[in-house]
């Protein structure tokens, strides 16, 4: 005779829902204290979730992006990363929490140091937080992913096109497995296929590393494809 299941106990484990990649409660930030762009924003994305932010052009997509990002320290309010606050610090957030979030602007030639080739530009936020040894290892598999290949890697920005500047960029971005990859714009600048191209890499990203997504934009259609839901940004701000 096999044995008797076991009765469930009530002593069983609770199943726990992981924290949200990102939260932004009461965000005032801006470049003019006594005018801010952003007025008590609140946003959530989930763990794991693609999140699009629609918005007319000048009323604080991109600033909202940065302190996401940790780029742009806010007036008020509380920014959480996987759960953990990232506000208040005296200076910035401490490396660890800096390094939880990716960041793709909308014009890589201002994002990307002109110097480097795309290989260095890709590898050095492992050198800067010393895992140099991993760049041999991942380089080369995370530069196929967003369609980098050959002698390009060795190029300079100056040799090579946007949409090839921007997937270093992306790569760059992606390079330290971040919870939250923020997407301000990231396809603007490009045409129809090299979006396409971008947008598929992070998703087969996405769906491997389970990666949150923020991503700002105009295109309401692209936006609406890519992510699991999309926000308006006067939605964000108190009723
Ligand atoms: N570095 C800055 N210094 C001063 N003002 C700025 C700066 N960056 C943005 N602004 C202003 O903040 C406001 C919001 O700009 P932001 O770029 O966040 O808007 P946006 O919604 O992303 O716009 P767009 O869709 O056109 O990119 C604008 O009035 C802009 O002029």
Known sequence: MPEPAPEPTCETAPETTPEPALELRGITAGYDRREPVLRE?????????????????????????????????????TVRLAGRPAHGFHHRAPRELRTTVGVVFQQPRLAADPRLTLADLIAEPLRATGRRAEVRVRLPALAASVGLGGDLLARRPHEVSDGQLQRACLARALVLRPRLLVCDEMTAMLDASTTAALVAAVEEYRREHGTALLAVGHDRVLLERWCDRTVEFKTLLPR
């Open 41 to 77: 924003v609140s946003l959530t994305v989930g763990d794991g979730e693609a999140v699009g932010l629609l918005g007319p052009s000048g009323c604080g997509k991109s600033t909202l992006a940065r302190v996401a990002a940790l780029l742009h320290r806010p007036q008020a309010g």
